[in-house]
């Protein structure tokens, strides 16, 4: 059964069977009226009772705060704890179990780790609000605009020089080791000390609304020391999985039916100080699906806010390219003069940050026309070329007829071209670069280092007759396959050579999905030593590696040093592919003598699974 289904029956079953008016009672006191029940209301300070219970209809409602719902809803509420929670303890009643999930499990394997999170935060906060060393760091925050309010709403707080954390989670008994999974701490020898120090501190939460990371930022005059230290990668703070403001924004991005798409969490706070409170952020780095999944289910309606600067610009194309491939409806806001939002509010002033998100947006392909148009020469052959078939890739992207039409007569008269002629021109365009929903577009010198050309593949007629020209064409596909896979895998043992967080991330997506022993054994050996460090000493490291990893490590530093980092997870996706390429090649090669038929069903496959993709430029 559909596990929503499920939950949807067991919650059915729950309201029906419970007594919303005794359970309610049991927490607040209850007088019949016709044939309803009334109280006081807990959810607000109630002096006369405006809060009606329904047994009939099963619902309580509060006609003052406007609070109501079901019985789940009331005890969830009244509680503080989970709905999911609260249909376990009135299932518990009533003799029904609602069983634990994958995620609850999880989530109970890192309680923990949470906890030192919020005990950290809640210290962060109090420090920065009641200690007279943190008078600066509230100075320094209302200069920028931040006050009172906005502190206490975004749980900003502030970190001393005094190892502050360490002791007080110490004193909580919670372990140094745990402490230092979360990145709260870090060691020298047998001390400890507290990984931020003399930062104000804004606490990050996952799509949850749990703390499970940090970000310091400088505020000293003189501190010379990095802009932003943040948490890295730890097991409960993964940064492809994490949207700044998600949890908190949910209403409001519900309600407005958009999100607001910012690149950093300073950018969300401008905005929210603006009353545009439907905004998240991507945390700084490369947008993801795991990302985009989120909010999607929230709202199909999305504005890309990221920096005007070119590496902003570069940001918010990536993110065009993603977002249409999970069929989004995009829109797009470029703040003036290369600046950020934060930037914007403190030379405008918050009205004029609201008005300018509301009210200068463009769809995504208008910000393509428009900024790939500034940089073409309509007089010089080529670069008109160019512009033709950048927009053409774009529109192939959306898929959509009014789209198309639109543009294409733009493109038209830009161009002093004939529609037919240039319809022509895009319909071969299609033919050429089939775009698959929902899967991340590979990056053009990714294509073009791995020499990955669909002309490779040798032809495959399905009603040849010859069993030798079959088994050849099929090893040929299935030995040139295999390369694809480890080039990628080379890519991202690069990858985490270079960054420890790149590392981590690479292993807790790909698990044990690996091509060759030989690259595995090298991760693994990275993941080890950055255990005590936090980046790799060349001479330090190859003492660790065999002779034939050495070789092959230096290799990979050698020739995959051109690879953009911002599509490890297209790499990741296809070495996570291929046990089911191996499977298939198992299968073919497992001692059974097999038909032409079931020969030619492997290839097809095969091809389903990489062919497919490899026509896509």
Do not use: W
Not at 276 to 298: C, H, P, W, Y
Not at 351 to 380: C, E, G, I, P, R
């Amino acid at each position: 059964m559909n596990n929503n289904i499920y939950n949807n029956n067991l919650k059915n079953e729950i309201i029906s069977k419970a007594d919303i008016v005794s359970i309610i009672s049991s927490y607040v006191k209850l007088e019949k009226k016709g044939a309803n029940y009334i109280g006081l209301c807990p959810f607000h300070d109630d002096k006369n009772p405006s809060m009606s219970v329904s047994p009939t209809k099963r619902v309580f409602k509060c006609f003052s705060c406007n609070t109501g719902g079901d019985v789940i809803t009331f005890v969830s509420k009244f509680k503080n704890i989970s709905y999911r929670d609260a249909m376990r303890e009135i299932g518990a009643s009533l003799g029904i179990n609602v069983a634990v999930t994958k995620k609850e499990l999880e989530m109970q394997k890192n309680k923990k780790y949470y906890d030192i999170m919020n005990d950290a935060s809640t210290f962060y906060s109090f420090f920065l609000n009641h200690a007279d060393d943190a008078k600066n760091a509230r100075n320094y925050l209302h200069e920028r605009g931040l006050n009172d309010d906005i502190i206490k709403r975004f749980n900003i707080g502030l970190s001393s020089d005094n190892d502050e954390i360490y002791k007080l989670l110490l004193s909580k008994n919670y372990l140094p080791l745990d402490m230092m999974q979360v990145g709260l701490v870090t060691s020298f020898g047998s001390n400890y000390k507290d990984y931020f120090r003399n930062r104000i501190i804004f606490p990050i939460t996952d799509l949850d609304g749990n703390i499970c990371g940090f970000s310091g930022r400088r505020y000293l005059v003189g501190d010379e020391s990095s802009k932003y230290m943040n948490t890295s990668e730890t097991i409960i703070f993964k940064k492809g999985q994490i949207l700044y403001n998600y949890h908190d924004a949910i209403p409001k991005i519900k309600g407005e039916n958009r999100v607001f798409l910012f690149e950093g969490f300073m950018d969300v706070i401008a905005a929210c100080r603006a009353s545009v409170e439907n905004s998240i952020a991507s945390m700084g780095t490369a947008l993801t699906f795991d990302q985009i999944n989120a909010f999607k289910r929230l709202t199909k309606n999305v504005t890309v806010c990221y920096d005007s600067d070119e590496a902003g610009i570069n940001a918010t194309l990536r993110a065009i390219e993603m977002l249409a491939k999970s069929e989004m409806e995009i829109n797009c806001v470029t703040i003036p003069d290369g600046k950020d939002s934060d930037e914007f509010i403190k030379k405008n002033g918050e009205k004029a940050l609201n008005d300018y998100l509301l009210n200068h947006q463009v769809s995504a392909m208008d910000f393509v026309y428009d900024l790939y148009l500034k940089n073409t020469n309509l007089n010089d052959l080529a670069s008109a070329e160019n512009f033709k078939n950048i927009v053409f890739k774009y529109l192939n992207l959306f898929n959509s007829n009014l789209i198309q039409e639109r543009f294409l007569n733009k493109l038209k008269d830009q161009l002093n071209i004939s529609y037919d002629a240039l319809f022509d021109d895009y319909q071969l365009f299609k033919s050429n670069h089939q775009v698959d929903k929902q899967v991340p577009l590979k990056n053009q010198n990714y294509n073009q280092n791995d020499n990955l050309n669909v002309e490779e593949f040798p032809s495959f007629d399905p009603y040849e007759n010859q069993d030798q020209q079959l088994y050849k064409q099929q090893s040929n596909i299935a030995s040139y396959e295999k390369k694809a896979y480890i080039k990628s895998e080379r890519k991202l043992i690069y990858a985490a050579y270079m960054d420890k967080v790149n590392c981590l991330e690479i292993d807790s997506k790909l698990k044990y999905a690996y091509v060759l022993d030989e690259n595995r054994n090298i991760l693994y050996k990275m993941l080890e030593y950055y255990q005590s460090r936090e980046k790799i000493i060349e001479e330090e490291f190859n003492k660790l590696l065999t002779e034939e990893e050495l070789l092959t490590l230096k290799d990979i530093l050698k020739k995959e040093k051109s690879f953009d980092f911002d599509y490890i997870e297209d790499c990741i996706k296809k070495v996570k592919d291929y046990p089911i390429f191996k499977g298939i090649e198992s299968e073919k090669n497992n001692g059974q003598k097999r038909s032409l038929e079931d020969l030619d069903d492997l290839i097809t496959k095969k091809k389903k699974i990489t062919i497919k993709k490899t026509k896509r430029s």
